[in-house]
């Protein structure tokens, strides 16, 4: 998966169920990833929200459906 | 003769009383240093919302720390966890969490793979007298491993391939990394239960910075962990350290560094949290430690020409 062209600065990438109800989306994991960089999670199958946001406010949303019994997506972060 | 067994006497006694009794706690205060006692003594605190409440009197943050995270925030939260308590109500716990019963924890059904304890950010930082060098860094083990997340990925092999530069960062695929970085789950009965000490949530993060300073840590590695576990270790008011160092990481989770010239210490703390004094006469499902940690921490006198150094914390759930 690519992400969107956005953001200029190194991104916190967050998964979190997706969920519209603020209580209810919780956050599985995060982590940092420079742009150009790539990192790798590991989720069950269900409904996701990825998330990525710099310091500087940019930020985008993605909403990936996982199916496979244990799914491996690698996500690129894409330059400005 | 008699200055050396004197001195050989001293290490003895220091030794001896360093570790605690069966039927104690072995407890860390930054003023007072190590203690062994029975139970934790609070001292009387008249708090309007005492959930995690452990200061003497309640500040103005303190009466607003019971609100929603949307709507009460923290002076000087770095900015993602600003931007994180926005969108998540579990920004401040370092997964998905579960308070039931008398075991709070990660709440394990909302991850694959398998194994007891949450490794949640190990990060391995470098020190090189390299400018550019070569490396592979790889996962040895023969059996499955539940990786939950990995920055970079991994390649087939769990191997990350690529160059140290400029002494302290990495670059894979031509994108630099100030470190590497996994979440992964492990098996409990790999790790070691006894060795630790326990503690109020502020202490126990001063205390696992202390411990990795000692271990000559990088300025970098020590900056990152205050920042990222001042936010994510739950407001608990107690917690008890159980640390896992090469001995235990290496047998649970080997690696393997392709670089001459190179060493790896690596500190997983296992963090257990109590909402009240921990007390020795309730029974525990993990047992409060009562030995010195300092006894299976790795002793780090060498410089190599490569340091990699590694650190985490992790929350059991099952």
């Given at each position: 998966?690519?992400?969107?062209?956005?953001?200029?600065?190194?991104?916190?990438?967050?998964?979190?169920?997706?969920?519209?109800?603020?209580?209810?989306?919780?956050?599985?994991?995060?982590?940092?990833?420079?742009?150009?960089?790539?990192?790798?999670?590991?989720?069950?199958?269900?409904?996701?929200?990825?998330?990525?946001?710099?310091?500087?406010?940019?930020?985008?949303?993605?909403?990936?459906?996982?199916?496979?019994?244990?799914?491996?997506?690698?996500?690129?972060?894409?330059?400005? | 003769?008699?200055?050396?067994?004197?001195?050989?006497?001293?290490?003895?006694?220091?030794?001896?009383?360093?570790?605690?009794?069966?039927?104690?706690?072995?407890?860390?205060?930054?003023?007072?240093?190590?203690?062994?006692?029975?139970?934790?003594?609070?001292?009387?605190?008249?708090?309007?919302?005492?959930?995690?409440?452990?200061?003497?009197?309640?500040?103005?943050?303190?009466?607003?720390?019971?609100?929603?995270?949307?709507?009460?925030?923290?002076?000087?939260?770095?900015?993602?966890?600003?931007?994180?308590?926005?969108?998540?109500?579990?920004?401040?716990?370092?997964?998905?969490?579960?308070?039931?019963?008398?075991?709070?924890?990660?709440?394990?059904?909302?991850?694959?793979?398998?194994?007891?304890?949450?490794?949640?950010?190990?990060?391995?930082?470098?020190e090189?007298?390299?400018?550019?060098?070569?490396?592979?860094?790889?996962?040895?083990?023969?059996?499955?491993?539940?990786?939950?997340?990995?920055?970079?990925?991994?390649?087939?092999?769990?191997?990350?391939?690529?160059?140290?530069?400029?002494?302290?960062?990495?670059?894979?695929?031509?994108?630099?990394?100030?470190?590497?970085?996994?979440?992964?789950?492990?098996?409990?009965?790999?790790?070691?239960?006894?060795?630790?000490?326990?503690?109020?949530?502020?202490?126990?993060?001063?205390?696992?910075?202390?411990?990795?300073?000692e271990m000559k840590y990088?300025?970098?590695?020590?900056?990152?962990?205050?920042?990222?576990?001042?936010?994510?270790?739950?407001?608990?008011?107690?917690?008890?350290?159980?640390?896992?160092y090469n001995?235990?990481?290496?047998?649970?989770?080997?690696?393997?560094?392709?670089?001459?010239?190179?060493n790896?210490n690596?500190?997983?703390?296992?963090?257990?949290?109590?909402?009240?004094?921990?007390?020795?006469?309730?029974?525990?499902?993990?047992?409060?430690?009562?030995?010195?940690?300092a006894?299976?921490r790795p002793v780090v006198l060498i410089k190599y020409?490569?340091m990699?150094k590694?650190?985490?914390?992790?929350?059991?759930?099952?």
């Amino acid at each position: 998966m690519t992400s969107p062209k956005g953001c200029s600065k190194s991104a916190m990438i967050w998964i979190a169920l997706d969920k519209d109800d603020y209580k209810d989306r919780l956050l599985l994991m995060h982590t940092e990833v420079p742009i150009g960089g790539s990192f790798q999670f590991y989720l069950k199958p269900g409904q996701y929200q990825v998330r990525a946001s710099d310091e500087n406010g940019c930020e985008f949303l993605q909403k990936i459906k996982v199916k496979d019994l244990v799914s491996t997506i690698q996500i690129k972060m894409v330059k400005k | 003769m008699k200055i050396l067994f004197s001195i050989l006497a001293f290490l003895l006694v220091s030794h001896v009383s360093a570790n605690c009794k069966n039927g104690q706690i072995r407890a860390w205060d930054k003023e007072k240093g190590y203690a062994c006692i029975q139970r934790f003594q609070s001292e009387f605190v008249d708090c309007v919302t005492c959930e995690g409440c452990n200061e003497k009197a309640p500040a103005f943050e303190k009466l607003l720390a019971g609100f929603p995270a949307a709507v009460y925030q923290q002076k000087s939260l770095p900015w993602w966890a600003q931007q994180g308590n926005f969108h998540y109500p579990n920004l401040h716990y370092p997964g998905a969490w579960t308070n039931k019963g008398n075991n709070p924890g990660i709440d394990a059904k909302f991850y694959p793979g398998k194994g007891e304890v949450h490794a949640l950010k190990p990060n391995i930082y470098i020190e090189s007298i390299h400018r550019e060098k070569k490396f592979s860094f790889s996962f040895t083990a023969k059996e499955e491993l539940s990786f939950l997340v990995t920055t970079p990925p991994l390649d087939e092999k769990n191997t990350w391939k690529g160059k140290i530069i400029n002494n302290d960062r990495f670059e894979v695929d031509d994108i630099h990394y100030d470190y590497l970085f996994y979440d992964i789950r492990l098996p409990k009965d790999k790790m070691q239960f006894s060795h630790g000490l326990c503690a109020t949530r502020e202490a126990t993060i001063k205390w696992m910075l202390q411990d990795l300073k000692e271990m000559k840590y990088p300025a970098i590695a020590l900056q990152d962990f205050e920042e990222h576990w001042n936010v994510k270790i739950p407001d608990f008011p107690f917690y008890c350290i159980y640390p896992q160092y090469n001995q235990q990481l290496d047998a649970v989770l080997p690696v393997s560094i392709s670089l001459e010239q190179s060493n790896l210490n690596r500190s997983l703390y296992v963090l257990i949290p109590h909402k009240k004094e921990p007390d020795v006469d309730e029974p525990q499902a993990i047992p409060f430690p009562i030995l010195d940690s300092a006894d299976v921490r790795p002793v780090v006198l060498i410089k190599y020409e490569n340091m990699f150094k590694e650190w985490g914390v992790a929350f059991l759930g099952e």
